[in-house]
């Protein structure tokens, strides 16, 4: 099994610029989510899904979308990239939507916006 | 809403030191759980505690959770160059809509010196 797989690794966007970010999971977990790190402040939850065709607001949803059409991808999309959108992004998944089962993290995408 | 409050925010130790984190919440948690991310890596499942004054070990590590289910600690006896990395807490948001939501705390970076 892959895991959790982000792509791409790493991205510069001009102020304005739309993109997407990619996540996909061959674990059949239910749950994904997206999250930004940045210094000082942890990890911040942007958008979660509970199931294909199923997704809410985290902590910091403004500028992001995402949709959740198939089980295994979870993609976020940047609709018009901000400068305070510089920050590094997790995406995650979890077997179960009890949030008592443990996530399980991709690799990132180190995103700059100039 | 819920916060989960970390500290320290840094830790700097000699190998051989112990090393203590301690994260604390505004709400009580029906778990917790711990991650470690190595510098320029993901953050990775450590453990989870469920039970109310549960103390769980792995290895060198010894991780807490207090009695009113609001705070947990983490224990590192005789810190090693491979532990270096941030350690962060994460609770679940407590019932209503919000099931689907972790909280990290803000993490701890720890630098062991050789």
């Known amino acids: 099994n892959a895991g959790v797989t982000q792509t791409p690794k790493f991205q510069v966007l001009k102020t304005g610029q739309s993109m997407t970010l990619q996540c996909a999971q061959d674990m059949n977990h239910e749950y994904m989510s997206w999250y930004r790190q940045d210094p000082g402040m942890g990890l911040r939850l942007i958008h979660y899904?509970?199931?294909?065709?199923?997704?809410d607001q985290g902590e910091v949803p403004n500028g992001y979308n995402v949709s959740r059409s198939t089980t295994e991808d979870f993609p976020l999309r940047l609709l018009s990239a901000a400068p305070s959108q510089t920050s590094v992004y997790f995406c995650?998944?979890?077997?179960?939507?009890?949030?008592?089962?443990?996530?399980?993290f991709g690799n990132g995408t180190r995103l700059t916006v100039t | 809403g819920q916060q989960v409050m970390q500290i320290p925010q840094y830790q700097h130790v000699q190998e051989g030191e112990d090393f203590t984190t301690y994260c604390n919440s505004s709400?009580?948690?029906?778990?917790i759980q711990w991650y470690k991310q190595r510098p320029g890596g993901h953050p990775v499942f450590l453990i989870q505690l469920v039970k109310s004054g549960e103390v769980k070990k792995q290895k060198r590590l010894t991780f807490q959770f207090g009695e009113a289910k609001k705070n947990s600690s983490l224990h590192i006896t005789a810190t090693q160059t491979t532990d270096v990395g941030t350690y962060f807490c994460?609770?679940?948001?407590?019932?209503?809509?919000?099931?689907?939501?972790?909280?990290f705390g803000q993490g701890t970076i720890l630098t062991v010196h050789p």
């Open positions: 995650a998944s979890s077997y179960s939507v009890t949030i008592n089962s443990p996530l399980h």
């Open positions: 994460a609770g679940p948001n407590a019932g209503g809509t919000s099931y689907g939501k972790l909280t």
């Open positions: 709400t009580t948690l029906s778990n």
């Open positions: 899904s509970v199931g294909a065709g199923i997704t």
